[in-house]
C-alpha cells in the first residue's frame, strides 16, 4: 500500500491548482500554510512591538497590553513551525553520527525518530488538551486584555495534530509507504 503523493501545491489542489493531490502532499501543502501563517504572527509581534518602542519615545505612552499580545503570539508561531520543519527533516539531529551510518541503520533511526516525535506530539494533544479545558472551565484570562487563555490553545492544538500527521507522513516515507512526490522532500 502506498499513499499517492499527488501534485498539491503549486500545480495541483491548493492555491491554483486542480491537480488530483494525494495525501502526501495535502498534509505537505497545509504543514507550509501553518508556517506561513506562523510567519505571519511575527510579523504582527514585530510591528506590536515597534509600535509599543514608538509610542513608549513619542508620547511616553508604551501599549500596555503589547506584552501579552507577544507572549501570546510567539507561544503560538512556535508550534505553527513544527509540522514544516518535521515535514523538511529540520529539527535538531545529529548528523554527525548519521554521516557514518550504513544507509540501512539511517532508514532504521529516521523512522524510529518519526515514529518518536509522533508519540511526543501525541502526548502534548492529550496533555494541551487537558489544559485547554482546564483554562475554559474556569474562564481564567489575561489580566490587561482580557483575553480567555484557552483561546491560546486551540492553534496550538491544530499544530501539534499536524505535526503528528506530518512525523507520521514521514515515517511512511522512509520505511516505503508512502511516496515523497514533488512537495514532500525524500528521506
Known sequence: MEIDSGGVGPGGVGPGGTGSGGISAGIAWAARIW??????ILLIIVLVTVLDVLLGKIFS??????YEIVVIGI???VFCF????????????VNLAARFMPPGI????????????????????????LGAHDYYR?????PILGIPVWWAF?????????????ALLR????????ASGPDVPAP
Do not use: C, K
Open 82 to 93: 513544527l509540522p514544516h520543519a518535521q515535514i523538511n527533516r529540520a529539527h535538531v539531529r
Open 106 to 129: 539511517r532508514r532504521v533511526s529516521d523512522a524510529l525518530i518519526a515514529l518518536a516525535f509522533a508519540g511526543f506530539a501525541g502526548v502534548l494533544i492529550w496533555r494541551m488538551s
Open 75 to 77: 507561544g503560538i508561531a
Open 154 to 166: 486551540a492553534p496550538v492544538l491544530v499544530s501539534l495534530v499536524l505535526w503528528m500527521l506530518t
Open 138 to 142: 474556569y474562564g481564567e484570562t489575561t
Open 61 to 66: 505612552r508604551p501599549l500596555s497590553s503589547s
Open 171 to 178: 515515517f511512511l516515507q522512509v520505511i516505503g509507504l508512502a
Open 35 to 40: 508556517a506561513l501563517l506562523g510567519g505571519g
